[in-house]
């Protein structure tokens, strides 16, 4: 039997962390001047950073292995020197760092997490935000918006929806964090600088290592005071890298391929209208499309589709919320959005004619991704 990630990576649409380094990448790595960045003498991670700081408009920036870690760090250096008292973190209940990160958030960094519903497009809901903050005398807080918001399909949330939580965090003194793993991807679809997207936030998170294709690496972004106080905390938590360079190298190209992001766009806008043609799917349509397609095939649960669609050579992600995900990305192209089609449509031909007219009741319809976090 063949292991999960040994199909072709056209087909592969699990994440758009499933791109490799091409040659050009490789040569940059083999070639990166380095030093040591635990003692801040790195050139090429002081290049990445300087450059990323410029990208998203902030003072500084700190390079860490991975934006999960960038994450961690956000809320712990929001207040006060490393030491601190841990805060609470508000954040909406389907984003990644409430669903994948919340173990971690809790036990190394003694984060208190308040989950809040969002809104279809992502978006927390607002009046429940403000009941939260407005409950008095307490641990420091810290706000997070997602941008892209995974589970929302990848909608990318505009400067004014980034606006509105931005200002009523900062109405009761709350730290705001933007997890803007994704956010290349929103600053291309809605056509802005990723500056203008980050303005609001005391603090970003921005991956290298999804869309841009990186092999590894996210950063951390705020005030130079803010990122000393995280390059600390980064030392804490086994985060230090010595010759960073042969890392920051391929990351530094990356940033140069932010435009082809509107490919992979496109890319998956025809996965999108193809799969809606398959009979008994359904799909999830953001507001504001990227790289993201969520669909549910009438009568099979997420992990059985994906395994359905595994036997044909595709592989797809099975969420909770009752809809399998495909991410597009440099790897993809018309012929693996042709196949996946097909793919889908053989599968859906085996489920009987009763289970695809199904509506109403399709498997895992209201689950969160609470649910898994605890199962």
Not at 163 to 184: E, Q, S
Not at 222 to 239: I, P
Request: glycine share 10%; charged share 20%; hydrophobic share 45%.
């Amino acid at each position: 039997m063949a292991r999960a990630g040994s199909g072709s990576p056209r087909l592969d649409f699990r994440s758009d962390t499933r791109t490799v380094p091409d040659a050009r990448m490789r040569a940059a790595m083999a070639g990166a001047q380095v030093g040591d960045d635990v003692y801040g003498d790195d050139p090429t991670v002081a290049v990445l950073e300087e450059r990323v700081a410029e990208l998203l408009g902030t003072e500084a920036a700190l390079l860490t292995p991975t934006s999960t870690m960038a994450n961690l760090l956000a809320p712990l250096a929001a207040f006060g020197p490393p030491g601190s008292p841990a805060p609470r973190l508000i954040v909406g209940a389907d984003t990644h760092m409430a669903f994948l990160e919340s173990r971690g958030l809790r036990r190394f960094g003694g984060v208190e997490l308040l989950p809040v519903e969002q809104r279809p497009d992502g978006l927390p809901d607002l009046d429940v935000l403000t009941a939260l903050l407005s409950t008095g005398a307490g641990p420091p807080t810290v706000v997070c918006l997602e941008n892209t918001s995974m589970m929302r399909s990848g909608n990318a949330l505009d400067a004014a929806a980034t606006r509105a939580v931005a200002a009523l965090a900062h109405r009761y003194g709350a730290h705001f964090h933007l997890d803007g793993a994704r956010l290349a991807n929103a600053a291309v679809a809605l056509g802005v600088r990723p500056a203008e997207l980050a303005e609001p936030a005391d603090s970003v998170a921005f991956s290298v290592s999804k869309g841009l294709g990186a092999p590894v690496g996210g950063l951390l972004c705020g005030s130079g005071e803010y990122v000393a106080r995280a390059r600390e905390l980064r030392g804490w938590l086994g985060g230090s890298m010595h010759q960073a360079g042969v890392v920051a190298a391929p990351a530094l190209l990356a940033l140069g391929r932010l435009p082809d992001l509107a490919a992979d766009h496109e890319t998956a806008a025809a996965l999108a209208c193809g799969l809606e043609s398959v009979p008994g799917v359904e799909l999830m349509r953001p507001p504001r499309p990227t790289n993201m397609v969520m669909a549910r095939l009438a009568g099979l649960t997420p992990d059985e589709c994906a395994a359905r669609l595994a036997g044909h050579g595709v592989l797809v992600l099975p969420l909770p919320n009752g809809y399998v995900r495909f991410v597009t990305h440099r790897a993809h192209d018309m012929i693996g959005v042709r196949e996946a089609v097909s793919a889908l449509a053989a599968v859906a031909a085996t489920v009987p004619a009763a289970r695809l007219t199904t509506d109403g009741d399709l498997p895992g319809r209201g689950l969160s991704m609470t649910c898994m976090e605890e199962a």
